[in-house]
């Protein structure tokens, strides 16, 4: 990129993004049947950046956010460090519990919904159409916004997941995180937020305040690739490759874990959720994984609120089969 384009270092991009990036992201949401426009995408550092400029925008002391729990624990903290009020509502097979979240919202009138619809993490649920309707329709009537953040939509194991809440979303409440780290790569540090009106506006001017856009060699350099048949045919890879994984690590799971332990069969992302009797504290079995050199993700972290602590998270995207299959087993054989 320097060797073709010397003087992309000696001048600021645009806080916005470069536009070249947004609309190469404007064509690659629209594959995914998400259509928007280049002036409603801001480029933010990562997908946190995101979920931070919007806290930081939208939330203050004493505000409430509503949270998926489990959910994913960069965002507790963010929505932590604003001093929020996080309640929290359950998750099931088909991710966040709606039922229990329009009493909750009638009550307390949060905000912000943080949600995580599509192979959710920790757990890797998937929001069917239904509930994220339902859920556009509750912060309709109770005006807050919804975070749909999606880092992982595109790698699916079967079919394709339903479509995004921000597809269905006809009164501008969502706003849109993607985030390129599962996907491509998280060295980058490079997301999209997709929002509208007055919402994005001031998102930008957080933007601005925050780092006054996001490095712009990075944004340069990743077009080329974004925009070439190579970006979809590096998703397929991945489909296929994570999925090969993942069923290594369920066939381990099913032959040599306890009989008391249960998960999440993932239909897609990069985690698998455990649930081990609710005796066995995995910040306890964390310590003892170390000794072994293996490290999860212990279920407390993701406790915004009442801390459940006998479940972990295995990723399974980084480590080789072999790996793989030595990590689990070890992690079999001291459970
Ligand atoms: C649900 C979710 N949101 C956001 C992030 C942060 O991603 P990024 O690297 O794009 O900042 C992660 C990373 O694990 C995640 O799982």
Known sequence: MLSENPKVLSQYGEIQGDKALREAMVEYLQRM????????????????Q?????ARTFVGPGDVVVMEAPTYPGAIDV????????LTVPVDSDGMRVD?????CDKYKPKIIYTVPTFHNPTGAVMPTKRR???LEI????QCLVIEDDPWSEIYFERKPPASMKSLDKDGHVIYLKGLSKILAPGCR??????????????LAAKANTDLGSPLLTQKAIIPFITSKRMMDHLKKLRTALKIRCDLVLEILSQHSPEEVSWFIPKGGLNVWLTLPFWINTDHLLIEAKKDQITFLPGS???????ENHHLRLSFSYMNEQQLTQGVTTICNLL
């Open 33 to 48: 049947d998400l259509p928007t426009s280049p002036d409603n995408i801001l480029v933010t550092s990562g997908s946190q």
């Open 50 to 54: 995101g979920i931070d400029l919007i």
């Open 79 to 86: 929505f932590r460090e604003r001093g929020a009020t996080i």
């Open 100 to 104: 229990l979240l329009q009493n909750l």
């Open 133 to 135: 309707r339902q859920i």
């Open 139 to 142: 912060a309709k009537s109770t």
């Open 190 to 203: 490079i997301g999209i937020l997709a929002a509208s009106g007055s919402i994005f506006k001031r998102l």
């Open 301 to 307: 972290a993701c406790y915004p609120t009442e801390q």
